[in-house]
C-alpha cells in the first residue's frame, strides 16, 4: 500500500523528471498514460524518438538503486502501453526508446537525477 507521503513524493518526483527533461530539449507528449494494467509517467520526443520515461522516486540512495524496481514484470506492461500509445497516436514507425529516470531527494528539499537512457528495449 502506497501512504500518502509517498505518492506525494512520486508526483514531486515525476515532476522534476519532466523538467529536467525539457531542460535538455525533451518535448513532454503527454503524463501519466494510462490503460488497462499499464501506466507510463513520462512521453516524451526528441529528435523525432519518441522516449517512454519511467521515473523512481526515493529519499536515498541507501539501500537500493530506483531503476531496480523496474522489473521484468514492470517493463512488459511499460511496453505493452507504450504499444498502445504508439497505435492510438498512429506512430508505429517512429523509433522510440525505454528511458528511467531515478530521482533521488535529498534533506534540502533538492533533487538527484540519474536518466539511464535505453534501460531496456523490446525483445524478440
Known sequence: MITENAALLGRRGEDVAAHFLCA??????ERNFRIRGGEIDIIAEIDGAI???EVKT?????????ADAVDAAKQKR???TAMTYLAKNKLG?????F????????P??????????GAFEIEG
Open 24 to 29: 535538455r530539449g525533451y518535448q513532454i507528449r
Open 51 to 53: 522516449i517512454f520515461a
Open 58 to 66: 526515493r529519499c536515498n540512495k541507501g539501500f537500493a538503486r530506483a
Open 78 to 80: 511499460i511496453i505493452k
Open 93 to 97: 514507425e517512429c523509433p522510440c526508446r
Open 99 to 106: 528511458d528511467v529516470l531515478e530521482v533521488y531527494k535529498k
Open 108 to 117: 534540502n528539499e533538492l533533487f538527484e537525477i540519474e536518466h539511464i537512457r
